[in-house]
């Protein structure tokens, strides 16, 4: 239900959009977030937007160089990745929550897409 693209392989300081296209149920009010685990580490939260007022959160991480938004019409989520660095390299998931909330805690969504891989080289 939920299918994330757009990762890849770039170096220091390239950008990236990936994007999380929603189907099989209607995600436009529900809050939306990215999350990432790197290589050998846990999941981290990364950004999140709101359902209703597309108010958004961030780790601070990746605050001032990620943007999160949504196209409703086209039920998708994209997360602008810009000034990247080596320690961006993660898997990256995007999910949909349990209500409209942006949340940067993990259980507060109940589903879930398939991975990206975002490698960064120095």
């Known amino acids: 239900q939920l299918q994330a693209s757009g990762g890849g392989l770039v170096q220091a300081e390239d950008s990236l959009r990936l994007s999380c296209v929603m189907s099989g149920r209607t995600f436009s009010m529900s809050g939306m977030g990215w999350f990432r685990q790197p290589p050998g580490k846990e999941r981290e939260f990364v950004a999140a937007i709101n359902g209703r007022d597309s108010s958004t959160l961030y780790s601070d991480s990746v605050k001032g160089r990620f943007t999160i938004s949504r196209d409703s019409a086209k039920n998708t989520v994209f997360l602008q990745m810009n000034s990247l660095k080596p320690e961006d390299t993660a898997v990256y998931y995007c999910?949909?929550?349990?209500?409209?909330?942006?949340?940067?805690?993990?259980?507060?969504?109940?589903?879930w897409g398939q991975g990206t891989q975002v490698t960064v080289s120095s």
């Open positions: 999910a949909a929550a349990r209500n409209f909330l942006a949340s940067s805690r993990d259980y507060s969504y109940r589903y």
